[in-house]
């Protein structure tokens, strides 16, 4: 098993910069695919963004309108897994989720149900 600790989140104005981290433990963070999803009350968990195991060549993927904004990367190092924020815009609010799965044919998967760990969340706030 794996467990995830989110931190960095915090309150920004909009065209501003944040990095939140998720830091695992338990088993190295290298081996598994690692996603970034986020959430606002009464709506669905949406994926931001992932990048799949060391393995499979750390590819990385982004939900279109984060695209150009929005870096993951991961520091083996440090068993270390990023989510670098630029221009943020008010609709980025959320609670910022990461989590641990099996690669998909190679990639990293965009969709909750294929990731196993969570972690506990971390709140970005974007005021305009």
């Known amino acids: 098993q794996v467990q995830l600790v989110e931190s960095g989140g915090g309150l920004v104005q909009a065209g501003g910069s944040l990095r939140v981290s998720c830091a695992a433990s338990g088993r190295t963070a290298s081996g598994y695919a690692m996603g970034w999803f986020r959430q606002t009350p009464g709506k669905e968990r949406e994926f931001v963004a992932a990048?799949?195991?060391?393995?499979?060549?750390?590819?990385?993927d982004y939900a279109y309108s984060m695209k150009g904004r929005f870096t993951i990367s991961r520091d083996n190092t440090k068993n270390t897994v990023y989510l670098q924020m630029n221009s943020l815009k008010p609709e980025d609010t959320a609670v910022y989720y990461c989590?641990?799965?099996?690669?998909?044919?190679?990639?990293?998967?965009?969709?909750?149900?294929?990731?196993?760990?969570w972690g506990q969340g971390t709140q970005v706030t974007v005021s305009s």
């Open positions: 989590a641990a799965g099996a690669d998909v044919i190679g990639r990293p998967p965009v969709r909750p149900t294929n990731y196993n760990y």
């Open positions: 990048i799949s195991s060391t393995s499979s060549g750390g590819t990385t």
